[in-house]
T-cell receptor, first 110, second 115 residues
Framework: GIQVEQSPPDLILQEGANSTLRCNFS?????LQWFHQNPWGQLINLFY???GTKQNGRLSATTVATERYSLLYISSSQTTDSGVYFC????????????FGSGTQLTVLP | DGGITQSPKYLFRKEGQNVTLSCEQN?????MYWYRQDPGQGLRLIYY???????QKGDIAEGYSVSREKKESFPLTVTSAQKNPTAFYLC??????????????FGDGTRLSIL
């Protein structure tokens, strides 16, 4: 099956700093989503971005499908950004299932 | 408000007992999914359903069963055959788009523990 690798596995930032999270995948995809899992376990949809670039406030994402990677940018980080960030992909031609990476644990310090 | 409701939030199971986790959505989505999350890991697919009265096994279906009698509901039963059921269970749903892939939306999850 498709492999999804996220880096870095852990990231500690001071409040106000910027960061870039990366997601590499091993096959062509036509679904890619970024999620934020908060300390209570809720999975929050950040972006649906199988290709291109999107921005939502302090967050933006870019997917280069031909090179099989996606980047999530967090600017001016806040303590509420802490949690685990997951990348999940759906493969072209397959059923509508998502394969998740192992996540990036982000801790933003005040 | 439209959304996905999972219940209960916490569930305890005795050895040898079957338990059923509820997932209801009012988003009018065709497809529904069950995932399992173990500590420090990503989500893994248990079962999915693209239409009423039809469902397919995911990557880790052994020890689980599902039904899809209504579009809004996709309950998951954790059977006694599942030897390590302690985990966080998440339900999701999505539209069946013509492209075949649409974003999935998740409920708040059920934490299952063994007594």
């Amino acid at each position: 099956g498709i492999q999804v690798e996220q880096s870095p596995p852990d990231l500690i930032l001071q409040e106000g700093a910027n960061s870039t999270l990366r997601c590499n995948f091993s096959d062509s995809v036509n679904n890619l989503q970024w999620f934020h899992q908060n300390p209570w376990g809720q999975l929050i949809n950040l972006f649906y971005i199988p290709s291109g670039t999107k921005q939502n406030g302090r967050l933006s994402a870019t997917t280069v499908a031909t090179e099989r990677y996606s980047l999530l940018y967090i600017s001016s980080s806040q303590t509420t950004d802490s949690g685990v960030y997951f990348c999940a992909v759906g493969r072209s031609g397959s059923a509508r299932q998502l394969t998740f990476g192992s996540g990036t644990q982000l801790t933003v310090l005040p | 408000d439209g959304g996905i409701t999972q219940s209960p939030k916490y569930l305890f199971r005795k050895e040898g007992q079957n338990v059923t986790l509820s997932c209801e959505q009012n988003l009018n989505h065709d497809a529904m999914y069950w995932y399992r999350q173990d500590p420090g890991q990503g989500l893994r697919l248990i079962y999915y359903s693209q239409i009423v009265n039809d469902f397919q096994k995911g990557d880790i279906a052994e020890g689980y069963s599902v039904s899809r009698e209504k579009k809004e509901s996709f309950p998951l039963t954790v059977t006694s055959a599942q030897k390590n059921p302690t985990a966080f269970y998440l339900c999701a749903s999505s539209i069946q788009g013509s492209s075949g892939n649409q974003p999935q939306h998740f409920g708040d999850g059920t934490r299952l523990s063994i007594l």
